[in-house]
């Protein structure tokens, strides 16, 4: 049971660099979501997805973008990294907006310098 | 804007004794609430959901409440053991049309042998 599984777990990067953090899940689950954790700050939304094909901005959106061109995958990307990003990110998804629980993967850590 | 509050912020208990830990919002018209488990370095996993017309829920030695009109929702842990040692987080969903769950901070439980 792999359930939603995250990639890279850590990552350094230097200001300006791009990545792109990888989510996948296994449940067939419509909503996909990811987020920030800060001390602090708790967990914020960045972007989520209501589907396959469809992305959409949450509470903390400016600096990322995503894509879901699979049902299964939700990719988050960084064009150009900021030391204010340095976060930990946590992707997750759920069978039915604010019906069903929701499932986290176990975090990306990422380091910005 | 709805605002979830966790009081304490931490807590430290001997082994075997029963706790409750608290969250509280500010806006009563939510969806469901949310109770999460986060080990350090790990993501968030579901414990507990309680729909709005629902009074409590349990599972084994949790069981969580949730009074609307008040604006609270309550986890008792019973019989604690080392290892539930965490941070818990509850979160509340604001109903149809809204995918974005406001999370508390959350209270981190130290349970001492």
């Known amino acids: 049971n792999a359930g939603v599984t995250q990639t890279p777990k850590f990552r350094v990067l230097k200001t300006g660099q791009s990545m792109t953090l990888l989510c996948a899940q296994d449940m067939n689950h419509e909503y996909m979501y990811w987020y920030r954790q800060d001390p602090g700050m708790g967990l914020r939304l960045i972007h989520y997805s209501v589907g396959e094909g469809t992305t959409a901005k949450g509470e903390v959106p400016d600096g990322y973008n995503v894509s879901r061109l699979k049902k299964q995958n939700f990719l988050l990307g960084l064009e150009s990294a900021a030391p204010s990003q340095t976060s930990v990110y946590f992707c997750?998804?759920?069978?039915?907006?604010?019906?069903?629980?929701?499932?986290f993967g176990e975090g990306s850590r990422l380091t910005v310098l | 804007k709805q605002e979830v509050t966790q009081i304490p912020a931490a807590l430290s208990v001997p082994e075997g004794e029963n706790l409750v830990l608290n969250c509280s919002f500010t806006?009563?018209?939510?969806?469901?609430l949310q109770w999460f488990r986060q080990d350090p370095g790990k993501g968030l996993t579901s414990l507990l959901l309680?729909?709005?017309?629902?009074r409590e829920q349990t599972s084994g030695r949790l069981n969580a409440s949730l009074d609307k009109s008040s604006g609270r929702s309550t986890l008792y842990i019973a019989a604690s053991q080392p290892g539930d040692s965490a941070t818990y987080l509850c979160?509340?969903?604001?109903?149809?049309?809204?995918?974005?769950?406001?999370f508390g901070k959350g209270t981190k439980l130290s349970v001492i042998p």
């Open positions: 806006d009563s018209a939510i969806y469901n």
């Open positions: 309680i729909q709005s017309s629902q």
């Open positions: 979160a509340v969903h604001p109903g149809a049309g809204s995918y974005q769950l406001t």
């Open positions: 997750a998804s759920s069978p039915r907006t604010g019906i069903g629980e929701l499932f």
